[in-house]
């Protein structure tokens, strides 16, 4: 079965400083892949997504990320935080060709901004 | 363009009672899928919808069942409820069965068994 493993629970960064959330995967193919945030008392919102193409995808928000077909992960990253990117961030997944939206989701890492 | 909204936004139930969580769609998205969110945890995927039918489901026993409307509105029944139901429910929907995993998400029900 697949699974996502998003290693780091909490994230304390300072306003201004780089920001990078880890993500991982186990699947049999290459699956269709996802960055959602959740504000506090919000649903969720995607960030970015890769399907194939280029490893390195852009977002919302000033929000990137990066696949890494031999380590199997695709990490988020910002160079320059704000305080409002406080919030919930969850990696996803999905299979490729799949025919519905049965989205496998990570734990998710909590993000503190800290002026 | 109006998002998703889901109703009510919060409930109180006890335990053995039924609950009906409703949710209306995207215009425009006819696939509607529900997910459930326990605290500290990632949401879990219960089941979607697509033309009014069921399109996959999760592993949630048959207690947890659905329904989508011609309008391709949404609801969430759950019966004979378990203090292990506590969390809270997203509703989701997509355009055409995309199957592409870009879901448009409400804010959530969130759902508190006593």
Redesign the interface.
């Given at each position: 079965a697949q699974s996502v493993t998003q290693p780091d629970i909490h994230i304390t960064v300072s306003e201004g400083a780089s920001l990078e959330l880890r993500c991982n995967y186990s699947y049999g193919a290459t699956p269709y892949l996802f960055w959602y945030v959740q504000s506090p008392g919000q649903g969720l919102q995607l960030l970015l997504k890769y399907f194939s193409g280029d490893t390195l995808v852009q977002g919302i928000k000033g929000f990137e990320a990066e696949f890494k077909r031999s380590q199997s992960s695709f990490n988020l990253r910002k160079p320059s935080v704000h305080w409002s990117d406080a919030a919930e961030y969850f990696c996803a997944v999905v299979p490729q060709f799949f025919g519905n939206e049965k989205l496998t989701f990570g734990t998710g890492t909590r993000l503190t901004i800290i002026p | 363009e109006t998002g998703?909204t889901q109703s009510p936004t919060h409930l109180i139930k006890t335990r053995g009672q039924q609950v009906t969580l409703r949710c209306s769609s995207q215009s425009g998205h006819n696939?509607v899928?529900w997910?459930q969110q326990a605290l500290?945890?990632?949401?879990?995927?219960i089941f979607?919808y697509?033309r009014e039918e069921e399109?996959?489901r999760?592993n949630f026993p048959p207690r947890f069942s659905g329904l989508q409307f011609p309008n391709y509105s949404s609801e969430l029944n759950v019966n004979a409820l378990e203090l292990d139901d506590s969390a809270l429910y997203?509703c989701?929907s997509?355009p055409a069965?995309?199957?592409?995993?870009?879901?448009?998400?409400?804010?959530?029900s969130r759902l508190t068994v006593l």
């Open positions: - | 998703v696939t899928s997910y500290g945890q990632g949401p879990q995927f979607q697509y399109n996959g999760g997203l989701a997509s069965g995309a199957g592409t995993g870009e879901l448009f998400f409400g804010e959530g």
